[in-house]
């Protein structure tokens, strides 16, 4: 009687303890470009290590990157500041802006446009265009001591992850990892760039193909213009940066900075708690190379697993209490030749009349019009009416554009930046938005354009495929919009929780866990309570 009631009371004050834990001393948090919910649904049963791992603490299969424009610069804006395209200002990789002077009105995400001869392919790498801080900003903040380190394979990923103050950023320029931020960088850098300029100068065979991937390696032809895919196995020759790119080495040369900067940082051994951000941009690479269910990807999963155990072990080894966060900035969508060849009727490449270039030019000849008459980046997205349409025909350029484009048999829905302005705020669980409530979650009044066009599912927007790239996302569909966001830390009690979340719930998640306070109705997300009982870890 007596052991059954102390046991009683051990099982109450158990989950009071689990929320009372001090908080971890180091936050690593992984974004893997391109990581869809339904690659980690499709390989989790065969992740033996890092991927492992993560699946033993706290797993929401169906996190959101609830808005339109699923790209890479807005994914990563909403991971680390709570907040949708629309309020961190990040609404596409690339949008225009007719008021620069300059010749190409295009702005690239995380480009400067102020310095000169800045243009949106060669620009100078800038915070300029977030709106709100990231976590590390905050967390600097409110303490001073706590250290932000930010290491990503592309700029956008480390720009808008580790946002305005960083002690150190790093990103991937070509041939090695550049940095950017406040402290001078130090030796580790140099020795993981002087690494990854003698593997590049090495040849790479070809990796050997596990029985899981044997299966899926198979040759499929690609409409466009570009190459089969299906059974490539990563073999490149000597000082092929860009064959180096896309493949499971540039994820490893990644993680093999952001080791020996966590080192040589001392990152998670201070006073306060340090947040490490690491962007791992080769699955993106390699969705976009080869598509996503061939041989390529499933080579590029088990290495990424494989990656992410040796990583961890890592940071075991060094004794510091941290937690894991990893989710992806968008999600993906295979080849549309070998979707049909596996049971998808209706998957398509865009009509190339859809395109800016072709519409526009439709619309000078009809309405004797000169220029470019529609700004855009490629067949979805905003649009833009040209600013030398003289203004007394721009009301009816738009009109006619947005009515040639709702005719369109491929296009499922086109608002007009009015319609957008008025449209209410979305609510409720991501996979019940409207069309709309997802454009309007991509709405910035002063960036957004003159209209958005959102292309009916399975359509894949890239039709040109001749110039290497077979397969891309970007569009307000779940396999674009659905990513996993997995928590692990030592002792952490384990559970799933299908049910929807969103991307935006992951920086008030990780401030509540190191008691950070983020004012209420600042942000758009909203903290997941990690606590499996009872208690929660959410205050
Ligand atoms: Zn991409």
């Known amino acids: 009687m007596k052991l059954r009631l102390a046991a009683a009371a051990l099982a109450l004050s158990a989950p009071a303890a689990a929320a009372e834990r001090p908080p971890p001393k180091l936050i690593v948090a992984i974004s893997v470009d391109q990581f869809s919910a339904d690659l980690f649904a499709q390989y989790r049963q065969h992740f033996t290590g890092g991927l492992r791992r993560l699946e033993e603490g706290v797993v929401f299969p169906s996190g959101y990157q609830s808005h339109n424009v699923t790209e890479t610069c807005p994914g990563h804006s909403t991971i680390l500041t709570g907040d949708r395209p629309a309020r961190t200002g990040i609404i596409a990789n690339e949008w225009f802006d007719q008021s620069l002077a300059r010749p190409d009105k295009q702005v690239y995400c995380s480009e400067d446009p102020s310095v000169p001869g800045s ?16 976590l590390g900003d905050r967390m600097k903040a409110a303490d001073p001591r706590s250290r932000s380190v930010a290491i990503a394979g592309k700029d956008r990923a480390a720009i808008m992850m580790g946002g305005y103050g960083p002690d150190q950023r790093w990103y991937w320029t070509g041939r090695s990892y550049t940095f950017g931020g406040k402290a001078a960088p130090a030796a580790a850098g140099a020795v993981v760039n002087a690494e990854v300029a003698a593997a590049l100068a090495r040849p790479m065979p070809a990796m050997p193909l596990p029985a899981v991937c044997e299966a899926r390696s198979r040759p499929v032809p690609v409409g466009g213009g570009g190459k089969p895919v299906g059974d490539g196995r990563f073999a490149r020759a000597a000082g092929d940066a860009r064959g180096f790119r896309i493949s499971p080495e540039f994820d490893a040369a990644t993680v093999a900075l952001a080791t020996a900067v966590r080192g040589e940082m001392h990152l998670g051994e201070g006073p306060a708690t340090d947040i490490l951000a690491v962007g791992l941009s080769a699955t993106d690479y390699v969705g976009h190379t080869y598509g996503t269910e061939g041989a390529e990807m499933c080579l590029q999963m088990l290495a990424l697993d494989r990656l992410l155990g040796d990583f961890f072990r890592a940071l075991d080894a060094t004794g510091v209490d941290y937690v894991v966060m990893l989710t992806a900035d968008h999600g993906g969508n295979d080849i549309p030749e070998r979707e049909a060849e596996h049971g998808i009727t209706g998957a398509a490449r865009a009509d190339p009349a859809l395109s800016p270039g072709a519409m526009g030019k439709v619309l000078a ?23 030398a349409v003289p203004a007394p025909m721009r009301q009816r350029v738009l009109r006619e554009a947005v009515a040639a484009y709702r005719a369109h048999p491929q296009v499922a829905a086109v608002y007009t930046h009015a319609e957008l302005a008025a449209a209410p705020q979305p609510a409720g669980p991501p996979e019940t938005w409207s069309l709309i409530q997802r454009a309007k979650a991509s709405f910035d009044p002063q960036r957004s354009g003159d209209f958005v066009v959102q292309l009916k599912p399975r359509v894949t927007s890239l039709f040109d495929t001749s110039r290497g790239s077979v397969a891309t996302h970007g569009s ?40 950070l306070r983020v004012p209420a109705g600042e942000i758009d997300g909203h903290c997941l309570d990690l606590d499996a009982g009872p208690a929660s870890t959410c205050r």
């Open 365 to 387: 000849a009809r309405l004797h019009l000169r220029g470019p008459v529609l700004l855009g980046n490629g067949a979805v997205g905003d649009f833009y009416v040209d600013k």
């Open 476 to 515: 307000p569909w779940d396999y674009d919009r659905r990513v996993p966001i997995l928590f692990w830390r030592k002792g952490m009690i384990p559970f799933e929780q299908p049910l929807s979340v969103e991307t935006v719930d992951i920086m008030p998640t990780l401030a509540a866990l190191i008691g």
């Open 119 to 134: 243009s949106s392919e060669h620009y100078t790498v800038s915070t300029q265009f977030l709106k709100v801080p990231t």
